[in-house]
T-cell receptor, first 114, second 117 residues
Framework: DAGVIQSPRHEVTEMGQEVTLRCKPISGHDYLFWYRQTMMRGLELLIYFNNNVPIDDSGMPEDRFSAKMPNASFSTLKIQPSEPRDSAVYFC????????????FGPGTRLLVL | AQKITQTQPGMFVQEKEAVTLDCTYDTSDPSYGLFWYKQPSSGEMIFLIYQGSYDQQNATEGRYSLNFQKARKSANLVISASQLGDSAMYFCAMREAPSGGYNKLIFGAGTRLAVHP
């Protein structure tokens, strides 16, 4: 079975540009999570969805960040405008259900904002 | 206050030996879950093992076992017969269960394990 798929794997952009990260969860999983990993702050949950509906976005750092899940097999995390401090690895994860809540992670997108 | 504490920033072990990675947690919720993930240098996060707070026995998955001591609030990962491929960062995580909300995962800072030949 295919795992969580993320694209792009690497992104280099200039400050002020829009960045869009993409995620395809494991088929049948009804929860989707976006995390950010930095050396300073470790792994942080940004937002999660249940059945395509955003449930908790309290981890989104500021209004420059937005996330959508238009259908069960696709989600985006957008940063507009990007800043150097947004440089990090962004992970998408999905899980099957509330009972068996093991989260399976994608390979991550390594973002560098110059 | 930190909810997941991994006190060992780095650990070394000889190949084929066993190693224990420490994890302590803090929660007042009687129902919770504890997870270990491995992050090799390639960057992906790999799920290793899960322990539920009501599970009577310690979880095991192949060479991985979880030494769950509920009263001490510790959930140490034991890797038996270490292999060179075990060299990676290891994260302990806890499922937090706020009332009415989904069970979020809180991650520790991680322990970097180096396996020497």
């Amino acid at each position: 079975d295919a795992g969580v798929i993320q694209s792009p794997r690497h992104e280099v952009t200039e400050m002020g540009q829009e960045v869009t990260l993409r995620c395809k969860p494991i088929s049948g999983h009804d929860y989707l999570f976006w995390y950010r990993q930095t050396m300073m702050r470790g792994l942080e949950l940004l937002i999660y969805f249940n059945n395509n509906v955003p449930i908790d976005d309290s981890g989104m750092p500021e209004d420059r960040f937005s996330a959508k899940m238009p259908n069960a097999s696709f989600s985006t995390l957008k940063i507009q405008p990007s800043e150097p401090r947004d440089s990090a690895v962004y992970f998408c994860a999905s899980s099957l259900s509330r009972e068996r809540e093991t989260q399976y992670f994608g390979p991550g997108t390594r973002l560098l904002v110059l | 206050a930190q909810k997941i504490t991994q006190t060992q920033p780095g650990m070394f072990v000889q190949e084929k030996e066993a190693v224990t990675l420490d994890c302590t947690y803090d929660t007042s919720d009687p129902s919770y879950g504890l997870f270990w993930y491995k992050q090799p240098s390639s960057g992906e996060m790999i799920f290793l093992i899960y322990q539920g707070s009501y599970d009577q026995q310690n979880a095991t998955e192949g060479r991985y076992s979880l030494n769950f001591q509920k009263a001490r609030k510790s959930a140490n990962l034991v890797i038996s017969a270490s292999q060179l491929g075990d060299s990676a960062m290891y994260f302990c995580a806890m499922r937090e269960a706020p009332s009415g909300g989904y069970n979020k995962l809180i991650f520790g800072a991680g322990t970097r394990l180096a396996v020497h030949p």
